[in-house]
């Protein structure tokens, strides 16, 4: 698909959401450049998992405006892929892990109608993208924690989008699966689409991402990895919660909790 | 007796019985499969308790016994009842098991209290109210078999047309917002399902036991199969026939009552797939392990030969 160069694919300002009477994300405003890998960091409870999802009009917010591509998202839909926490639903659903691939079909096709080969075939192909192919006739619940979030990451490429929300791919999978998605992203991101990941491990959050956001209820910093993943940014966001210890120029970081 | 129990079956009453028993657990086992898979099978026997005081409401209002009206009694009361469980689990600290206990016993006591107050009552026409407690398959008439006919092919109609958008909905709601599908009018559909399913069913089953046609057919179902499809399909079936016999064993041996006996019919269905199934059965999974522990002691046992200094010395010779 091609969009205007001069929109942003994703414009957030002004995002508020609130559980009860708290807000636990408060007037959150960013723009997200095209063709990046933008990791989204903080502690438990910053919100993270929630701006994605009041993005997306899972939650609803008591403020704030989110354009797509400079539409609303109400008519973009199309364009933007969402992989949820994989502890999000029930993997003994009885279901094989083609038939959720060819979920992320559903949008295009439409009330009714029921998915055909042509899906099959694209799902197949998605499946083959995150290395799963020969599981696709594989129950959901006989697949590993990573295997099946690999199967989620399918379902989210057979969206064809070209704006991702992934909520906490990594975690919990184990280091071949780790690889796969990020050769996957790295793979999104030559494609030219844009890429949105909550991530935990501040480790390796130097190597995966061109773009940080580090966030804890409000929006403490955000822009290019180099300039924004600092220790005291980090201090900032993370409050005393986190030992940085100083290794010649880098840092290694450990979350104490 | 088989010559009197074929004898039964060509009464034009039976027939209908047996036709109206049959949609019966059709309709509730392709709707419970969907509610089961939702983690929602308590919600059809809140539906049904509550339905109790929307029957009686109608009645007392109208003084006729008539089933479209009890149907928009009964509907309004589970109506209500789903509305105060969202209230009780959004804004106190219940969680949604003890709001539904709750507002179960609460709507049913209501309704005993007025099941009661019409039965001392002058009203007219009022004998066979309680039945719908227990119910009275054989109070069927062929109007009630017309409307069970009508309500069972919307039921299945949209099962089979929306059966795409009711699966994204059960597997995964969040996904089905995200994709733009109205996730909550399709969860107010399947209610407005469950429902009628429920309402129609109080008649032959009653209120106490209609959820046991919900739950059961789509349990024993789930044991089956991996797909989603078959298992719908399998639920409808399983539902059908406990139905059937149900309704054979009642009119055929002695004066038992038929949904009760559905109710049993389809619980010993769920036993045996609980035990016979040929992947998830108890059986299957009971000979799956002894042979892998076999395989395990024959493996471990061939290693232990092989690295035995018995072996390695005859080796070496």
């Known amino acids: 698909m091609n969009h205007s160069n001069l929109q942003a694919p994703l414009s957030v300002s002004g995002l508020t959401v609130a559980y009860q009477k708290k807000p636990v994300l408060r007037n959150v405003s960013f723009e997200v450049p095209e063709g990046k890998l933008i990791g989204i960091v903080g502690p438990n409870g910053a919100g993270k998992s929630t701006m994605i999802k009041a993005i997306l009009g899972l939650l609803p917010r008591v403020s704030g405006?989110?354009?797509?591509?400079?539409?609303?998202?109400?008519?973009?839909?199309?364009?933007?892929?969402?992989?949820?926490?994989?502890?999000?639903?029930?993997?003994?659903?009885?279901?094989?892990?083609?038939?959720?691939?060819?979920?992320?079909?559903?949008?295009?096709?439409?009330?009714?109608?029921?998915?055909?080969?042509?899906?099959?075939?694209?799902?197949?192909?998605?499946?083959?993208?995150?290395?799963?192919?020969?599981?696709?006739?594989?129950?959901?619940?006989?697949?590993?924690?990573?295997?099946?979030?690999?199967?989620?990451?399918?379902?989210?490429?057979?969206?064809?989008?070209?704006?991702?929300?992934?909520?906490?791919?990594?975690?919990?999978?184990?280091?071949?699966?780790?690889?796969?998605?990020?050769?996957?992203?790295?793979?999104?991101?030559?494609q030219g689409k844009t890429v949105l990941v909550v991530h935990h491990d501040l480790a390796t959050v130097r190597e995966y991402f061109d773009w940080v956001m580090l966030l804890n209820v409000e929006l403490v910093a955000y822009g290019p990895t180099e300039d924004v993943f600092t220790k005291s940014l980090l201090h900032q966001t993370y409050g005393g919660r986190l030992a940085v210890f100083d290794q010649e120029d880098g840092a290694v970081l450990v979350e104490s909790r | 007796m088989t010559l009197l129990s074929w004898s039964v079956l060509t009464d034009p009453n039976t027939q209908w019985i047996l036709i109206g028993c049959m949609l019966l657990g059709l309709m509730s086992g392709i709707i419970g499969s969907f509610t089961y898979l939702r983690k929602q099978s308590l919600i059809g026997d809140t539906l049904a308790h509550a339905a109790l005081p929307g029957i009686c409401i109608a009645f007392m209002l109208t003084g006729v016994k008539s089933l479209p009206l009890f149907f928009l009694g009964a509907f309004v009361s589970g109506l209500l009842a789903t509305l105060l469980i969202t209230v009780i689990t959004r804004y106190t600290r219940i969680k949604a098991d003890a709001a539904m206990g709750i507002v179960l016993s609460v709507f049913f006591g209501i309704g005993i209290v007025l099941l009661t107050h019409i039965q001392h009552s002058s009203y007219g026409n009022q004998s066979g109210l309680d039945k719908f407690l227990f119910g009275q398959a054989a109070s069927m008439i062929a109007s009630d078999v017309y409307t069970m006919i009508g309500v069972s092919a919307v039921i299945v109609i949209a099962s089979s047309l929306l059966f795409k958008e009711f699966k994204l909905l059960s597997f995964d709601p969040g996904f089905a917002r995200g994709l733009g599908f109205p996730v909550g009018f399709l969860e107010q559909l399947l209610m407005f399902f469950t429902v009628m399913t429920v309402i129609v069913g109080i008649q032959a089953v009653g209120v106490v036991l209609v959820a046991a046609l919900l739950i059961t057919p789509a349990v024993a179902a789930r044991y089956w199969t991996d797909r989603l499809g078959l298992m719908v399909v399998l639920s409808g079936l399983f539902g059908a026939i406990s139905g059937v016999i149900g309704t054979l064993i009642s009119t055929t041996t002695s004066n038992l009552p038929t949904g009760p006996l559905s109710v049993l019919a389809a619980t010993v269905v769920f036993v045996f797939s609980v035990l016979f199934a040929p992947q998830r059965g108890v059986c299957a999974k009971a000979v799956r392990r002894i042979r892998n522990n076999r395989a395990i002691r024959m493996a471990e046992h061939v290693r232990e030969i092989q690295h035995s200094p018995v072996y390695s010395k005859e080796e070496s010779l």
Not at chain 1, 148 to 170: G, K, T
Request: with cysteine.
């Open chain 1, 65 to 190: 405006e989110v354009e797509i591509y400079g539409k609303r998202y109400q008519d973009m839909r199309k364009s933007v892929g969402y992989v949820p926490q994989r502890e999000s639903v029930d993997w003994d659903f009885p279901t094989n892990a083609l038939d959720v691939v060819m979920m992320g079909r559903y949008g295009h096709l439409g009330w009714f109608k029921r998915p055909g080969t042509k899906e099959r075939d694209m799902a197949m192909d998605c499946l083959a993208k995150v290395g799963m192919k020969e599981f696709a006739h594989r129950q959901i619940s006989q697949l590993s924690g990573g295997q099946q979030q690999r199967v989620f990451l399918a379902r989210a490429l057979a969206q064809h989008a070209d704006l991702y929300f992934m909520d906490e791919p990594f975690v919990g999978v184990d280091a071949m699966t780790e690889r796969a998605i990020i050769t996957l992203l790295n793979e999104l991101k030559a």
